[in-house]
């Protein structure tokens, strides 16, 4: 299949992109929207899929819209702008939904409608940055190592924006922006480039990125402070928060409902990073005890703890080990009746699925930050016994294909 051809896009993946058929071939289109009739040319072609450039649109959906951002063509950064943000969330509840089913093998998963939880520009506290030949600070473009320089970033917030006009140009090689204005802290952790690195001058906190990984403060301690469901949250600048504050609540809010009442229940927070679970649900009465395996996490979870006045056990361990001995009679840790977790991009896994079922809590709620990764785990939990009773997709990076889920088991 080569050379260029018209085409109806009636498909849209996880990924962000339209879905054509071309001799019931699937080919992939990004910038395309379901309903659309196009032109194309096709530019990777394998044996069961093929990419293609999207060249006219000849039929536009009507929620199209001319993207905000005069970068959006170039910058690899987001992904959807040219859709209408309402359209946007009802694409994600369409992904979440049709992968549940083809992945996760659940015929009529009850899936809730995406739910926006906040602006749709100006949202993001953080931003990695690469850096531009010239020295400004960029993002890269779509399936390429080339940086395309981007004076103004309409997704982060202001606070953001004001470090990063302070930061270029620099001979750094990166450059992770992050600003919480409603604590007033910021922090740049800048990784060196092949040139001698002048530290920018600012009202922030500067850290140099090692080769090993680790970080050098080279101005002030580095240390980030950010509220969310009415607690407080000091975290490093090198640490994982959620991007989106106003997301960050709304996923709290979403967890709480889907446990419903807590009356000294006790439950396991798997993942725990921070804290940014496990405190509110110590503060709404559970009993809690968290697992994490990074060391500067749990520090930061312990010390969350404290400064809330509630009391968390936080295990700083693997959870894939902690489960498996559980589930194979360890009792050094107490059984949950709910568990609450909260993996990376990559999902818990079919191990870890497959021993959280073997200690039967009373619910499992999953957060998701990949739909794909939820629907292989929850395939698993279905195979054990557990059912989905309930997806709530949150709208945590509008302008982009990215979802937050949250998931509800139980037997």
């Not at 990074?294 to 489960?323: C, K, L, M």
């Not at 009746?337 to 619910?363: I, Q």
Request: glycine share 10%.
């Amino acid at each position: 299949m080569t050379g260029e051809h018209e085409v109806f896009i009636d498909g849209f993946t996880h990924g962000g992109e339209g879905v054509a058929r071309i001799d019931g071939k699937a080919v992939f289109v990004a910038g395309a929207i379901p309903g659309e009739r196009v032109r194309i040319r096709v530019v990777d072609d394998r044996k069961r899929w093929a990419r293609a450039h999207l060249l006219t649109v000849i039929e536009a959906n009507d929620d199209r819209v001319e993207p905000p951002c005069v970068y959006a063509s170039e910058c690899g950064g987001c992904d959807l702008q040219h859709v209408r943000p309402s359209a946007q969330r009802a694409l994600k509840t369409r992904v979440v939904r049709e992968q549940l089913q083809r992945i996760g093998g659940i015929a009529a998963p009850p899936v809730d409608e995406c739910r926006a939880v906040g602006p749709d520009l100006g949202y993001r506290t953080h931003a990695q940055f690469h850096v531009a030949p010239d020295g400004r600070l960029g993002f890269r473009r779509t399936a390429s190592h080339e940086v395309v320089a981007v004076d103004e970033c309409i997704v982060v917030n202001a606070a953001v924006q004001r470090v990063a006009d302070q930061v270029a140009p620099t001979s750094a090689a990166k450059a992770a922006v992050r600003a919480h204005p409603s604590t007033d802290t910021a922090a740049v952790v800048l990784t060196p480039g092949r040139e001698g690195l002048d530290v920018p001058g600012g009202e922030f906190d500067v850290l140099l990125e090692q080769p090993d990984g680790r970080t050098v403060r080279l101005r002030g301690d580095g240390v980030l402070r950010e509220r969310v469901a009415g607690a407080d949250f000091t975290f490093g600048a090198s640490s994982f928060f959620q991007v989106n504050t106003a997301g960050a609540t709304a996923l709290v809010d979403a967890v709480h409902d889907a446990i419903g009442t807590i009356d000294g229940d006790l439950v396991w927070d798997l993942y725990a990073g921070v804290g940014l679970l496990s405190i509110p649900l110590a503060a709404a009465g559970a009993d809690v005890i968290a697992v994490e395996s990074d060391s500067g996490a749990v520090a930061d979870a312990e010390t969350n703890a404290v400064s809330n006045g509630v009391v968390v056990d936080v295990i700083h361990d693997d959870v894939a080990e902690v489960v498996a001995r559980a589930a194979n009679g360890d009792r050094a840790v107490d059984l949950p009746d709910v568990v609450v977790l909260d993996p990376p991009r990559s999902g818990a896994g079919p191990a870890t699925a497959a021993n959280l079922a073997a200690l039967a809590p009373g619910r499992i709620i999953y957060v998701a930050c990949d739909v794909a990764a939820l629907a292989r785990d929850a395939r698993v939990l279905e195979e054990h016994g557990y059912r989905l009773r309930n997806a709530v997709p949150l709208d945590l990076f509008p302008m982009t294909h990215h979802v937050e889920v949250v998931a509800t088991f139980a037997p």
